[in-house]
């Protein structure tokens, strides 16, 4: 099965007007949990992510950065605080819907994850309005992993953000192609663990 999962890191909480940091989509095939199951490294190598410039949000957008999400990110381990900071990769989101529709092909993807649907689809909908284009991605594909892992995992007590068994020293919260690729870890894992594999 052709799906894919993306998830925006953000400088606020507000899906109308938040600035975005930064991208990340993982193509995947689900056909493979069982036979010939990912690893995390092949899946975080794999994923593509773009990284947007913050002050042309905020100045020629008018999005927000909500100061107390901007203090939680200088919490945050200082490998995950380079996301924040400028840079010369830095694009407009004007590129965004290009990203989605050409380089990633995200209508052709049988399913698409995210991370939760009442903030990522809707801030990508946000984003996209600024330049009256539409997400090319399929409404009735959209799936969310919380949703997921918590039907998969009824009755057993498992939060949907456990990390697999021999995966805590390689995962960086917060990288949004580590936390799109642990997702994908952990419905492979549940998987096979359903499937006795």
């Known amino acids: 099965m052709n799906s894919c999962i ?29 036979k010939n199951p ?3 490294e092949e899946l975080v190598d794999s994923c ?15 999005r927000k950065i909500q100061q107390s999400t901007l203090d939680w990110w200088m919490q945050q381990d200082k490998s995950v605080q380079k ?16 990203f989605l529709s050409l380089d990633i092909q995200i209508q052709k993807c049988d399913r698409v994850y995210t ?6 689809p809707i801030l990508l909908n946000s984003l996209l309005r600024h330049f009256q284009q539409i997400d090319p991605t399929k409404w009735w594909v959209i799936r969310d992993t919380r949703s997921l892992f918590d039907g998969m995992t009824y009755g057993h007590n498992i939060k949907s953000s456990f990390i697999p068994e021999g995966l805590e020293e390689n995962f960086i919260a917060h990288d949004p192609c580590h936390d799109v690729a642990m997702d994908v870890m952990r419905f492979q894992y549940l998987v096979r663990l359903l499937s006795n594999a």
Do not use: C, H
């Open 83 to 98: 996301q924040i900071r400028p840079s010369k990769d830095d694009v407009s989101i004007s590129e965004l819907y290009e």
């Open 38 to 40: 990912y690893k995390f």
């Open 115 to 120: 991370r939760g649907n009442t903030f990522d």
């Open 6 to 34: 993306y998830d925006f890191e953000t400088l606020g909480q507000d899906v109308f007007e938040a600035v975005a940091v930064n991208f990340a989509v993982l193509k995947f095939d689900e056909d493979r949990f069982v």
């Open 48 to 62: 593509k992510l773009i990284k947007f410039n913050v002050e042309e949000q905020v100045k020629e957008y008018g």
